[in-house]
T-cell receptor, first 113, second 111 residues
Framework: NAGVTQTPKFRVLKTGQSMTLLCAQDMNHEYMYWYRQDPGMGLRLIHYSVGEGTTAKGEVPDGYNVSRLKKQNFLLGLESAAPSQTSVYFC????????????FGPGTRLTVL | LAKTTQPISMDSYEGQEVNITCSHNNIATNDYITWYQQFPSQGPRFIIQGYKTKVTNEVASLFIPADRKSSTLSLPRGSLSDSAVYYCLVALYSSASKIIFGSGTRLSIRP
């Protein structure tokens, strides 16, 4: 039981490049989330999903897109990366309500030059 | 939306009780209060969750007064390994879309 895994762990992009971050969970959780954390700051919710095939915007959705084609996977896409998107990205999952415990992945450190 | 306010940092010593308070003046009737712990280069980890009065588990206690406008996370005997950032989170039970982590409290436990 791996919990929540994220791929890749590190990535460096040039401005304007695109990439996809993959989050996978093996706990059969309904809810999945993508957060970003800037240095010395708390986590900010980018997008979330309450089930397969559904997505919704969080606090800071601009510049990102997501997809949840399979229950166990939640993809975060950057179509045209900007230096302001340099951050650590965390994925999380929870069983089925916003009050449920969230289980976090190890994070992806993204640098946009 | 219910936002939270926590001290930016706290210092304590090994073996002493540690209390971190969080203010959430706009908490709604169905909101729960959850605390997470985060070590450097790791994702946050759930510590404890409560709705009212007192909740205790093997790691910590959570005290919530009757008006629920604040909560206090208590670590009974701080250890060096408790040095981390602690986040107070007001989880929205309703269909509202936003879950808000505050800036957290950086706790430093000294020998």
């Amino acid at each position: 039981n791996a919990g929540v895994t994220q791929t890749p762990k590190f990535r460096v992009l040039k401005t304007g490049q695109s990439m996809t971050l993959l989050c996978a969970q093996d706990m059969n959780h309904e809810y999945m989330y993508w957060y970003r954390q800037d240095p010395g700051m708390g986590l900010r919710l980018i997008h979330y999903s309450v089930g397969e095939g559904t997505t919704a915007k969080g606090e800071v959705p601009d510049g990102y897109n997501v997809s949840r084609l399979k229950k166990q996977n939640f993809l975060l896409g950057l179509e045209s990366a900007a230096p302001s998107q340099t951050s650590v990205y965390f994925c999380a999952s929870s069983p089925g309500q916003e009050t449920d415990t969230q289980y976090f992945g190890p994070g992806t450190r993204l640098t946009v030059l | 939306l219910a936002k939270t306010t926590q001290p930016i940092s706290m210092d304590s010593y090994e073996g002493q009780e540690v209390n971190i308070t969080c203010s959430h003046n706009n908490i709604a009737t169905n909101d729960y209060i959850t605390w997470y712990q985060q070590f450097p280069s790791q994702g946050p980890r759930f510590i404890i969750q409560g709705y009212k009065t007192k909740v205790t588990n093997e790691v910590a206690s959570l005290f919530i007064p009757a008006d629920r406008k604040s909560s206090t996370l208590s670590l009974p005997r701080g250890s060096l390994s408790d040095s981390a950032v602690y986040y107070c989170l007001v989880a929205l039970y309703s269909s509202a879309s936003k879950i808000i982590f505050g800036s957290g409290t950086r706790l430093s436990i000294r020998p």
